[in-house]
């Protein structure tokens, strides 16, 4: 039986053209700043964001968790929508090893907006924390891909500036939200202090994210990385399978966004689930369903389609680039002709 797997898009696996640049990747030691290729991972990265410096980490969690770490002082507040990848994901990181209290604000679509934070950035008695830091997830995962307006963004920024409170973007998939938005990753860029991406997602790179921000702040996460055991040695192979992605695989992205469409009118289709189309934007699609969602997954795991139960009524697929267009016209076929 064939086999479609729609749990996530970090299930990719690197092509042989990606593993032939891995092979043929010139290295060096990464601590004593030598390695050629990771050094040019790192600067291509500020040339599509726009930032001064850029550092190669070994997942979304360290970048995020070294912004936590420089941009907001211990036993201070970070705000951050309740559902965000930092707060569900990240093993409390944020807490345990930043030092910092979350403060989670509950909101339409992952989209914290000027009016929602303006009221907790007013600075309060010595006795009580302050928010220093807010951050938010573009795209937000738990929200199916949801895409930050820039304007929104525009605003939230003024604010955060205008009170001295840094402005941290979880952008792991932040190339499908430029797509999505039509919106450069470098516009997007200009309306934050700092700003990760993942290279092992949407991207297909086997490794790897990237952390960038202003010259002093990227100077001490090296610190803040080899800190938290990142310090990385001979990491051009690595380097060299984001370069590949970084030069070949955003263009694909946008087809991952027509698959996810095609999914979700298939899922409306069968009746298996219900979906806003209008708010299936990306590559992620979470549908709400009325039998238990784990009941879902199991019937659609006997025909060959994996995919994930979100929570007790929700079901999400996540396209990638190893699903082919035609194989999305496959498992939507499935998807309408099995009986649940």
Same mark, same amino acid.
Do not use: C, N, Q, W
């Given at each position: 039986m064939k086999i479609y797997d729609l749990?996530?898009?970090?299930?990719?696996?690197?092509?042989? *053209?990606?593993?032939?640049?891995? $092979?043929? *990747?010139e290295v060096g030691d990464d601590v004593y700043l030598e390695d050629p290729t990771v050094n040019k991972l790192q600067e291509m990265t500020v040339e599509i964001t726009g930032k001064k410096k850029a550092l190669f980490v070994s997942s979304g969690t360290m970048g995020n968790l070294i912004s936590l770490m420089i941009l907001s002082k211990r036993n201070k507040q970070v705000l951050l929508d309740s559902e965000s990848h930092i707060i569900h994901y990240? @093993?409390?990181? &944020?807490?345990? =090893? *930043?030092?910092?209290?979350? @403060?989670? =604000?509950?909101?339409?679509?992952?989209?914290?907006?000027?009016? @929602?934070i303006e009221n907790h950035l007013i600075q309060k008695k010595y006795d009580m924390s302050n928010v220093n830091m807010v951050s938010i997830e573009n795209t937000h995962n738990r929200y199916g891909g949801? &895409?930050?307006? =820039?304007? =929104? @963004?525009?605003?939230? $920024?003024?604010l955060t500036k205008s009170k001295n409170v840094h402005l941290h973007i979880d952008g792991a998939r932040i190339f499908n939200a430029s797509i999505a938005s039509k919106t450069s990753v470098k516009d997007i860029a200009n309306n934050c202090d700092s700003i990760t991406f993942c290279l092992s997602k949407g991207l297909g790179s086997p490794f790897g994210s990237i952390l960038c921000g202003d010259e002093d702040f990227i100077n001490e996460a090296y610190s803040m990385r080899k800190l938290l055991g990142g310090g990385l040695r001979q990491s051009g192979i690595m380097a060299a399978a984001g370069i590949y992605a970084l030069e070949n695989n955003i263009s694909l992205l946008e087809e991952d966004h027509i698959k996810i469409k095609k999914l979700a009118n298939a899922v409306l289709e069968s009746g298996i689930g219900k979906v806003n189309l209008d708010e299936v934007e990306t590559n992620i699609l979470i549908f709400n369903t009325e039998k238990k969602a784990s009941d879902i997954v199991a019937k659609l795991d006997e025909v060959g389609i994996r995919c994930i139960a979100f929570d007790e009524y929700r079901v999400r697929f996540v396209s990638h680039l190893n699903i082919s267009m035609n194989e999305i016209d496959e498992v939507c076929d499935i998807i309408k002709k099995t009986k649940f």
């Open positions: 749990r996530s898009d970090t299930i990719t696996k690197p092509s042989l *053209a990606m593993r032939k640049a891995m $092979y043929d *990747a990240e @093993l409390g990181g &944020v807490s345990s =090893i *930043a030092g910092l209290m979350p @403060l989670p =604000i509950k909101t339409e679509r992952g989209f914290l907006t000027k009016e @929602l949801s &895409v930050y307006p =820039i304007h =929104i @963004l525009r605003d939230l $920024y003024s």
